[in-house]
């Protein structure tokens, strides 16, 4: 997370995105915690447990965020966040910063079986040597959840700061 400007270029896929509150986001690391969502949005929207397969989630030394990159035989479970609108999802590339390529995927739901077209923000470097072993949210939530809702609030404050300077 930080607080630099993402790669935003909309797919233009059904989805995932393309109407006023349509776009749909699969999640894997602090957005899983409802309270970083509900910092960032303002809301917690309609979720549902999801799977992507063929992408591992790592730590990053340094880092008490995770990250994902694309592996053979693997799958990373998280959630699919619906009915984002065309400004939340901005929030959302923001968020993630220049150091993610925001892709869209096809991602399971765990609760139908249904596959479904979502973004997913993915690691820009896949060779990256600070990635290791796998990230753990559960382990996250107890040891870093409260500093890190700080820090959001923080990022949210900053970005309303940008927004009402401009024009």
Same mark, same amino acid.
């Given at each position: 997370m930080a607080t630099a400007s993402a790669n935003t270029g909309a797919v233009g896929l059904g989805g995932c995105g393309g109407g006023n509150n349509d776009h749909t986001v699969f999640v ?5 915690? *409802?309270? /970083? ?7 917690? &929207?309609? =979720?549902? &447990? ?10 990053? @030394?340094?880092? /008490? ?8 035989? %693997? ?16 929030? $959302?590339?923001?968020?993630? *910063? ?10 399971? $739901?765990?609760? =139908? ?12 470097? #896949?060779?990256? &040597? ?5 990230? *753990?949210?559960?382990?996250? %939530?107890?040891? @870093? !959840?409260? *500093?890190? !809702? @700080?820090?959001? @609030? ?7 700061? =940008?927004? #009402?300077?401009? &024009?």
């Amino acid at each position: 997370m930080a607080t630099a400007s993402a790669n935003t270029g909309a797919v233009g896929l059904g989805g995932c995105g393309g109407g006023n509150n349509d776009h749909t986001v699969f999640v894997y690391g602090s957005l899983l915690a *409802d309270d /970083v969502v509900q910092v960032l949005l303002n809301r917690i &929207p309609q =979720t549902s &447990p999801a799977i992507l397969n063929g992408y591992h989630r790592f730590s990053i @030394k340094g880092r /008490v965020y995770p990250a994902i990159i694309p592996v053979e035989n %693997k799958k990373v479970t998280g959630r699919v966040l619906f009915g984002l609108s065309a400004s939340e999802l901005y929030i $959302l590339d923001t968020y993630e *910063d220049e150091e993610y390529d925001k892709r869209a995927v096809d991602v399971s $739901l765990l609760d =139908t079986s249904e596959v479904l077209q979502a973004y997913v923000y993915i690691w820009a470097n #896949s060779s990256d &040597p600070d990635l290791y072993g796998e990230w *753990d949210f559960e382990e996250w %939530k107890e040891s @870093k !959840l409260e *500093d890190y !809702l @700080k820090m959001t @609030k923080s990022f949210v404050e900053e970005l309303e700061d =940008t927004a #009402s300077s401009l &024009p």
